[in-house]
């Protein structure tokens, strides 16, 4: 079975358009990792300050190889050289003042029937 990672992030309110803009740019970096699955940004509606990363993959050692690549490596550093470019966090550093990461196996998974 496929594993889940969701990092989540904790972004004040004047940042979340510098993280949303920061993921955008990066888009297509770890679709082509081995093993990927899915991936999704998820916007907090209400009540909370905090974004998941959704990303969902084959297995833990595709997870960790992807950790390891040169598309991660890119990925971070454009997002840290990003920080202080006009439209890309307006120098103020990371856009999330804190995160953590969740590991789930997927035990059952559903879709919609055709």
Do not use: C
């Amino acid at each position: 079975m496929s594993i889940v990672k969701i990092n989540v992030l904790t972004v004040p309110a004047e940042m979340r358009a510098a993280l949303e803009t920061r993921f955008a740019n990066r888009a297509g970096m770890v679709e082509s990792s081995d093993g990927f699955e899915w991936f999704e940004l998820l916007r907090p509606v209400e009540g909370t300050d905090q974004y998941l990363v959704y990303t969902r993959w084959r297995s833990e050692e595709d997870f960790q190889n992807w950790q390891q690549s040169q598309a991660f490596q890119r990925g971070h550093a454009q997002a840290a050289a990003q920080q202080g470019a006009p439209g890309h966090g307006h120098g103020q550093g990371p856009a999330a003042t804190d995160s953590s990461l969740w590991s789930f196996e997927v035990v059952q998974s559903a879709g919609p029937q055709i």
